[in-house]
Each structure stands twice: as structure tokens, then as C-alpha cells.
């Protein structure tokens, strides 16, 4: 049964990383591409390197190439996104509109310190 268990934890956590990765990489694609009802943003900018990490990092996470790596820089963007854009807005993410930039950061966090997990393209 912990077998099972395990395994099962195992595949919901692959899941999660892919799926984070994924979406992270469309905030990406908005950014740079004009993508899924974004604004194209100059690459050559804050936003635009926000972009290239969102889309590369993304990308890397869901197939799991170095995702320690990529998802330690995905937290660091949203960690920064978030103190420097919300945090000066007011104390509750909630309120100043971070919580998205707050649980991509602590998801990415989780996913560095863990290692990709299952189904990935490079080890851990």
C-alpha cells in the first residue's frame, strides 16, 4: 500500500510541475508574443526579461530539464515580481493583487528544492 502510495505521490507531483511550468510559460508567451489576449512587450525591457524567463523557465519545467535550476529562477522572478510590483500596494496578497506572484514563487520553491520528480527529461 506505501508503495502505491508513493508512486501515486509521485505522478501527482510530475503533474503539478508540469502543469505549473505550462502555465508559467503562457504568461510568457503573452508577454513576448502577444499571445492568449496579451500586450507584446518590448524584449528589450523589465517585462520582456520577464517574459524570457516565464517562457524558458516555463518550458524547462514542464519537460523537466535542469527544473531545479529553472524552477530557482522562475521563484526568484516571482518573488521579485511580487515585492517590488504588490507589496508596496499593501501588506495582504489578496488585497494587492499578488497572490498569483506569491504562489508561483512558493510552487517554483517547492519544485527546486524537490527536484523535478517523475517524467523527467534530466535528472534531478
Known amino acids: 500500500m506505501a508503495r502505491t502510495g508513493t508512486r501515486t505521490a509521485q505522478v501527482g507531483f510530475a503533474l503539478l510541475r508540469i502543469v505549473a511550468g505550462l502555465m508559467f510559460a503562457q504568461h510568457g508567451a ?40 529553472a524552477a530557482l529562477v522562475a521563484s526568484g ?6 515585492f517590488t510590483r504588490h507589496a508596496p500596494q499593501g501588506v495582504w496578497p489578496v488585497a494587492n493583487h499578488g497572490e498569483l506572484a506569491a504562489l508561483y514563487c512558493f510552487v517554483f520553491l517547492a519544485i527546486a528544492l524537490a527536484g523535478g520528480g517523475a517524467f523527467t527529461v534530466t535528472r534531478n
Not at 45 to 66: D, H, T
Open 77 to 82: 522572478e516571482m518573488a521579485y515580481a511580487y
Open 30 to 69: 503573452q508577454k513576448l508574443f502577444g499571445l492568449l489576449g496579451g500586450t507584446r512587450v518590448s524584449l528589450v525591457s523589465q517585462l520582456g526579461l520577464a517574459g524570457v524567463i516565464e517562457l524558458v523557465a516555463g518550458i524547462m519545467v514542464a519537460v523537466g530539464i535542469f527544473p531545479r535550476w
